[in-house]
């Protein structure tokens, strides 16, 4: 599976960004998919994740302001952003994998994840 982040940008705090994150190769309909992210000088953190089976899990910090969803037409995952901070500030990536884990927390492991894309930057100003 070949993953395409897009959608990044700069945006002022309290506005909407929407992220792409189109697959190629595979359907991912079957897929777990994910976002994580990276600050400059900060480890990676997990963001979300939509679970095959259409379970979602958001992150403390995004909960209630970001929201993933899955077009399988297009073969294509969203993470819709509301309501940024400064603190969103970071390079996104869209990670996905097929295999199926009993535990649903794995899910925010990113070593868990066997594709991702090449990063999609949001700068938010404050």
């Known amino acids: 599976v070949q993953l395409q982040a897009s959608g990044g940008g700069l945006v002022q705090a309290g506005d909407s960004l929407r992220l792409t994150c189109v697959a190629s190769?595979?359907?991912?309909?079957?897929?777990?998919m994910a976002w994580f992210r990276q600050a400059p000088g900060e480890d990676r953190e997990f963001v979300t994740v939509?679970?095959?089976?259409?379970?979602?899990y958001h992150a403390g910090s995004v909960k209630g302001r970001f929201a993933i969803s899955r077009d399988s037409a297009k073969n294509t995952v969203y993470l819709q952003m509301d309501r940024v901070k400064p603190e969103d500030t970071a390079t996104y990536y869209c990670?996905?994998?097929?295999?199926?884990?009993?535990?649903?927390?794995?899910?925010?492991?990113?070593?868990?994840?066997?594709?991702w894309g090449q990063g999609t930057l949001v700068t938010v100003s404050s």
């Open positions: 990670a996905a994998t097929g295999r199926y884990y009993s535990m649903f927390v794995s899910l925010v492991s990113g070593g868990n994840y066997d594709f």
């Open positions: 190769g595979r359907a991912i309909n079957d897929y777990n």
């Open positions: 939509l679970s095959w089976d259409n379970k979602t």
